[in-house]
C-alpha cells in the first residue's frame, strides 16, 4: 500500500532523530521492497515470528514472554550505505496494543554498530515516522531492522512503506544481450523452419546474409518489419531462411550490422538433448547414492537415505498436530533446487515422463527413447520408465491406508544455499494429506498400471490397487485443500479448484481399466467439453489438459473420442494463432509471463505437437519447431534457457547442490538442464533489485539466488524432455511420406483370460509391398498366444507381426490377412490407434 511519508504524525517528531531535522532527502530508494504489495520478500524474521500480509501490510503476531529487544525482529539485509551521505529513513507502524520498538539501521555483524537508532511508540491506529542521518561509513551490506522483543505479553506489530533515501543510485542492470541477430544458438532442422528476430530502430525491410562457417554467403533475402513486440518492448523484424536446407555447423546470420551467435543446421543435438533432459532425473534422485562413474563430477552419497547428520526420509512425522504416525518417504526425486518432495509436482512430472513413453506406443513417428545411464541400463524395461518408477514408487508410499495421500514431505525450515542433500541436517516433516495429491496418485498410479504391465505385472497391480483406492478416497473427501499459508520450509503447491484434478485421475482410470464408473464420470466434468486451451497453459495445478491430452492420443473406447482429438487440433490451432502473431515466434503470449513460463510454452508446444501426432499436418511440426528456437536463443535476451546448449546458455539455476557460483567444488546444473524462465512476478530479492519493472522477456536473470525466474524443476524438465524428443524424432525435418497401407483389426471376441483377433494389411500405395512387418503396442500387459498366417514377436507392449513366405507380396490395392489369440491383462484391450508397416505409418 503507498502512503505518503510527508505527514509527519506527532509521535514521530517525538522520536529520535540523530541528524537534527527531518530533511526529506530525495535520493535513490534503497529499500527493494518496502511496500508489501505481493510478498514480504526479501524480509527476514527471527524463528518465534511468522509473516502475514494483511491489508496491503506486513504484519506478525509477536509472542509474550520475551526479555530483549533482540529476541523478536523483523529484518532486510544488504542495504548499501555511503559514508558521508545523508539518508531519510522512514516507515508505517502499528501496534495491538501500542508498543515502543526499537527500528535500528546498523552493521548486520557483531558489533551490530548502529548507525540510526529509535525508538517509536506505536500506536494501535498506526503513525508514520521519519528520521534523517549520516551514514559514517561505506557498507554493502546495511541491514535495517525492527526490534519487537521484551514484552511479557503478545501483540501484533504490523509494518509498510518502509523507505530508506539518499546515497548511491542503485545500480541499474542492463543484461548483456549480444548481438542484435536473435537465432536458434543450437540447430535448425535441415528440412524444417528456420526463423530469426532481428532488434533494430529500422521500420523498413532490411537486408540479411546467411554466412556458413568459413564466411561464404549462402543465402540471402530481406526482413519482414513486425513493429514493436510487446512481451520485449522491441522494435523488431523476422527473418525466414527456411529455404536454405545444407546441412552444416557454424553458420551465423547478419542484418543491420550486427551477426548473430553462430548455430548449425542439422538435427544431431536434439538426439542429444532428448537424453541430457531425461538424464537430468537420476541426479535429482533421493534415496540412493548418485554414482559419478555414470555421471561425471556429479557423484554425491544418498540424500535423506536415513544417515545423519540427515533426518528422514524412512521414518518421517508429521508436522505437529496433523498425524500420530511416521512413514518411510525415501526415494523419489527432489523437486528443484529444494530438498522438497511434493506429490502434486512429482504428479504431473511422472505423468509426462510415461507420457513420453507411451508417446512412442502411439505416434507416427516417435523412436524409442534410449539409455539415459543409470543403473537400471540393461535390465528389460526401458530407462525412461525405470526413471519414472523412481519417482512413482515415492508417490506410492505418500498414500495413507485409509487411500488419502499426503500432499509434501520437507524440512521444518527453508535451508540455506549451498546444502548437498546428504548434509541436510534439519527435521523433515509430512504436511496434511490433500484431495489434490490423492488425485495425482489416482492419476499417475492408473497410468503406471497400463504402461508398467507388460514389465512388472506385481507392481502395475500395486499401482492400479492404490489408484482404485485413492479415487474413491478422493471421493469421499472432495475438498480437502493444501493450505496457502503452508510454505514455511517447502513450497505450498496450494491449489484452489481440484475439479480439474478429478478429470485428470478419471480419464487415466478410464483408459486402464475401460470402466463405466470412470467413463461416466469423464463425460459428465464440465473440464470434458470446456476450452481449457487456455493461454497460460497447463501446469502442476492445472491437470484436466493432461486427462484430455491422453483421452485423444492413448487409445480407448470412450464415445465421442473423434471429438475429443478434434478439441486438442482446436487448442493447437489457438497455439499456432498465438505463435504466428509473435515476432519472437512463441506460442505464448499474455500480458505478465508466470512463473515457470518456460515450461508453459513446452507445454503449449505438446498441444501443438500432439496435434501433429493426431493429423499429420507440417504446419503443427512447424510450429514446435519454431517455438524450440526462442527457448534456445531465439529471444529478446539472446540466451538459451537450456544448460550447455548454445553459445550463452543458463548455467546457474538456483540450486543447492549445482550451486557452483557459491562454492566452486561443486558443479553448474548437468548439460539438458531448463530454467524456469522470465517470471513477471520477480518474487525473489535478485530479481526485485534488478528486473524491477521489466518487460516480460527481460524478467529473468542466470543468477542462483533467483528462485522465481532461474530455479530448475522436475516439472519443467519433463515437457522439455518430451518436446525435444518429438523434435529428435523428425530427423532432417524431410515430411514422411503418405501412408500405403490401411489396416483393420477387428477384435472377434473376448473372455476373461482372451481375445482373438483378425488384422487386415492392405496395400494402397501404387508400389509392390515385397516382405513386411507390421507394428502396434498394446495398451497394457496383452500378450500373444498363438498366431497364424504371421510370424509375431513382442517386446514389451509393442508387437511385430512379419510375413510368411507364402504371403510375403501385396500388390497395390490388395490384402493379406493373419490372425493371432492373445492372452488378456486386467483392464481395457482397446483396438490400436497406430499401426507402422515397414516402419511407415498406415492411414
Ligand atoms: O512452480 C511453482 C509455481 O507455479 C508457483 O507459482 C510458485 C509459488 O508457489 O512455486 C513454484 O514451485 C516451487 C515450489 O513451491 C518449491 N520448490 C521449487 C518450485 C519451483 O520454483
Request: a negative charge.
Amino acid at each position: 500500500m503507498i502512503r505518503r511519508l510527508s505527514i509527519l504524525a506527532a509521535a514521530a517528531l517525538a522520536a529520535t532523530c540523530l541528524a537534527g531535522v527531518p530533511a526529506l532527502a530525495d535520493g535513490p530508494e534503497q529499500i527493494p521492497n518496502g511496500t508489501f504489495d505481493t510478498t514480504a520478500e526479501p524480509w527476514w524474521h527471527t524463528g518465534n515470528l511468522m509473516f502475514e500480509l494483511d491489508g496491503g501490510r506486513l504484519c506478525a503476531d509477536v509472542p509474550g514472554g520475551t526479555v530483549n529487544p533482540w529476541d523478536a525482529i523483523i529484518g532486510i539485509n544488504d542495504i548499501p550505505l555511503v559514508k558521508d551521505e545523508t539518508y531519510a529513513f522512514g516507515f508505517f507502524a502499528s501496534a495491538r496494543p501500542g508498543k515502543v520498538v526499537k527500528a535500528l539501521v546498523q552493521l548486520p555483524v557483531d558489533p551490530y554498530t548502529q548507525y540510526l537508532a529509535a525508538n517509536p511508540e506505536l500506536s494501535v491506529s498506526g503513525n508514520t515516522y521519519a528520521y534523517t542521518f549520516t551514514s559514517p561509513v561505506d557498507l554493502p551490506n546495511g541491514q535495517v531492522a525492527f526490534q519487537l522483543g521484551g514484552s511479557a505479553e503478545p501483540w501484533r506489530f504490523c509494518l509498510d512503506d518502509v523507505s530508506l533515501k539518499g546515497g548511491a543510485e542503485p545500480e541499474v542492470y542492463a543484461p548483456d544481450t549480444g548481438p542484435r541477430v536473435r537465432v536458434n544458438q543450437v540447430a535448425y532442422l535441415p528440412k524444417g523452419p528456420k526463423n530469426a528476430t532481428l532488434v533494430t530502430e529500422a521500420t523498413e525491410a532490411l537486408p540479411w546474409r546467411l554466412k556458413d562457417a568459413h564466411g561464404a554467403i549462402v543465402a540471402e533475402g530481406r526482413t519482414t518489419p513486425r513493429g514493436v513486440d510487446g512481451s520485449s518492448g522491441q522494435n523488431v523484424h523476422t527473418i525466414d531462411f527456411s529455404a536454405y536446407r545444407t546441412a552444416g555447423e557454424g553458420y551465423t546470420l547478419s542484418a543491420d550490422g550486427e551477426t548473430s551467435r553462430p548455430f548449425d543446421i542439422g538435427g544431431g543435438a536434439y538426439r542429444k538433448l532428448k537424453l541430457d533432459a531425461l538424464k537430468f532425473y537420476y541426479t535429482q534422485r533421493s534415496g540412493i547414492a548418485i554414482d559419478d562413474k555414470l555421471r561425471p563430477g556429479y557423484g554425491r552419497p544418498a540424500g535423506h537415505a536415513g544417515v545423519s547428520p540427515n533426518q528422514g526420509d524412512t521414518a518421517v512425522p508429521c508436522r505437529p498436530g496433523v498425524c500420530d504416525y511416521t512413514l518411510d518417504v525415501s526415494g523419489g526425486w527432489y523437486d528443484a533446487g529444494d530438498h522438497g518432495k511434493y506429490v502434486v509436482n512429482g504428479g504431473i512430472s511422472v505423468a509426462q515422463l510415461m507420457g513420453e513413453f507411451e508417446r512412442t506406443k502411439n505416434a507416427p513417428i516417435a523412436a524409442s527413447v534410449g539409455g539415459l545411464d543409470i543403473p537400471e541400463s540393461g535390465d528389460a524395461v526401458p530407462d525412461i520408465l525405470d526413471e519414472a518408477r523412481w519417482e512413482q514408487e515415492f508417490l506410492l508410499k505418500m498414500q495413507r491406508p485409509d487411500g488419502m495421500v499426503h500432499h509434501k514431505i520437507h524440512d521444518e525450515n527453508w535451508t540455506g544455499l549451498p546444502l548437498l542433500p546428504h548434509l541436510d541436517p534439519q527435521k523433515r516433516e509430512l504436511h496434511p494429506v490433500s484431495t489434490a495429491a490423492t488425485l495425482n496418485l489416482a492419476a499417475t498410479a492408473a497410468q503406471a498400471a497400463r504402461v508398467f504391465a507388460p514389465y512388472d505385472a506385481a507392481f502395475a497391480a500395486r499401482n492400479l490397487s492404490a489408484a482404485k483406492k485413492a479415487w474413491a478416497a478422493a471421493q469421499a473427501h472432495p475438498g480437502i485443500l493444501a493450505s496457502p499459508s503452508d510454505g514455511v520450509g517447502g513450497g505450498t503447491y496450494d491449489d484452489p479448484d481440484v475439479s480439474d484434478e478429478f478429470y485428470w485421475a478419471a480419464a487415466e482410470l478410464y483408459i486402464t481399466t475401460g470402466e463405466k464408473e470412470f467413463r461416466d464420470f469423464v463425460l459428465a466434468s464440465p473440464h470434458h467439453t470446456a476450452d481449457i486451451w487456455g493461454e497460460r497453459g497447463f501446469d502442476w495445478g492445472h491437470t484436466a489438459q493432461l486427462g484430455r491430452l491422453d483421452l485423444a492420443t492413448v487409445p480407448n473406447d470412450l464415445p465421442g473420442r473423434a471429438d475429443v482429438r478434434r478439441s486438442v487440433v482446436a487448442g493447437a490451432e489457438k497455439y499456432l494463432a498465438t505463435q504466428n502473431a509473435h515476432p519472437y515466434g512463441v506460442p505464448y503470449d499474455p500480458p505478465t509471463y508466470d512463473w515457470g513460463s518456460n515450461a508453459l510454452v513446452l507445454n503449449n508446444m505438446i498441444v501443438i505437437a500432439a496435434a501433429y501426432d493426431i493429423t499429420g499436418d507440417l504446419k503443427y511440426r512447424d510450429g514446435v519447431l519454431r517455438g524450440v528456437d526462442y527457448l534456445l536463443g531465439r529471444n529478446a535476451l539472446n540466451q538459451s534457457y537450456v544448460t550447455g546448449y548454445g553459445e550463452v546458455a543458463s548455467k546457474n539455476q538456483h540450486s543447492r547442490w549445482y550451486a557452483h557460483s557459491l562454492n566452486a567444488d561443486l558443479p553448474n546444473p548437468p548439460p539438458g538442464t531448463l530454467a524456469g524462465g522470465p517470471n513477471s512476478g520477480v518474487q525473489d530479492p535478485v530479481a526485485q533489485a534488478k528486473l524491477k519493472g521489466c518487460k516480460p522477456q527481460f524478467c529473468y536473470i542466470d543468477d542462483i539466488e533467483s528462485w522465481s525466474t532461474n530455479e530448475l524443476t522436475i516439472n519443467w524438465n519433463a515437457p522439455l524432455a518430451w518436446i525435444t524428443a518429438f523434435v529428435a524424432d523428425q530427423g532432417d525435418g524431410a515430411p514422411p511420406a503418405p501412408p500405403s497401407c490401411k489396416v483393420d483389426y477387428t477384435i472377434h471376441g473376448s473372455w476373461p483370460q482372451g481375445f482373438t483377433t483378425q488384422v487386415t494389411i492392405k496395400n494402397t500405395g501404387a508400389g509392390a509391398i515385397d516382405g513386411w512387418s507390421l507394428k502396434w503396442s498394446f495398451l497394457g500387459g496383452q500378450t500373444i498366444a498363438h498366431e497364424w498366417n504371421a510370424v509375431v514377436s513382442q517386446s514389451g507392449a509393442t508387437v511385430t507381426a512379419a510375413n510368411e513366405s507364402h504371403n510375403r507380396k501385396i500388390r497395390p490395392g490388395q490384402s493379406v490377412t493373419f490372425g493371432f489369440n492373445g492372452v488378456a491383462a486386467p483392464g481395457a484391450n482397446p483396438v490400436p490407434d497406430l499401426f507402422t508397416l515397414n516402419g511407415a505409418a498406415c492411414a
